[in-house]
């Protein structure tokens, strides 16, 4: 999967914020779903990576998710921001597994309740 997210994050376009996202999601049937952010300077219109696959997803007729997979382009890990988590909240169970990554190759496993409970703020656009 990191290989598949490596090729999709150079298509994400982030020219204000300079930190570049890609998603795939995974659903029941098996199939794979990917998404990038795409920022615009009307900040309220910026769609983040998540919710870019997931509504490919759900536009897909397919709404039963397995897995989430997130790469960034940062150092660090950075976790999906609270509107994504709402979307979450609307499409996910708490069987799906989060996997983070970075391009640089620092991993994070984690259960739909770990995940909950990580923040995305300020310092994460740093």
Do not use: W
Not at 3 to 9: D, P, Q, R, Y
Not at 40 to 52: H, K, L
Not at 111 to 120: A, G, I, P, S, V
Request: hydrophobic residues 35%; aromatic residues 12%; charged residues 25%.
């Amino acid at each position: 999967m990191r290989e598949k997210l490596e090729k999709l994050i150079v298509n994400s376009y982030a020219p204000y914020s300079n930190v570049h996202f890609a998603c795939i999601v995974e659903t029941e049937s098996g199939n794979f779903y990917s998404g990038v952010n795409v920022e615009n300077a009307s900040y309220g219109g910026t769609i983040c990576a998540e919710r870019n696959a997931i509504n490919t997803a759900i536009a897909n007729g397919d709404s039963s998710f397995k897995a989430l997979y997130l790469m960034t382009d940062k150092e660090n890990i950075c976790y999906p921001c609270h509107i994504c988590k709402q979307t979450f909240l609307e499409f996910f169970d708490e069987k799906v597994i989060f996997n983070l990554m970075t391009l640089n190759g620092k991993m994070e496993v984690l259960t739909y309740d770990e995940l909950m409970n990580r923040k995305f703020s300020r310092e994460d656009l740093e």
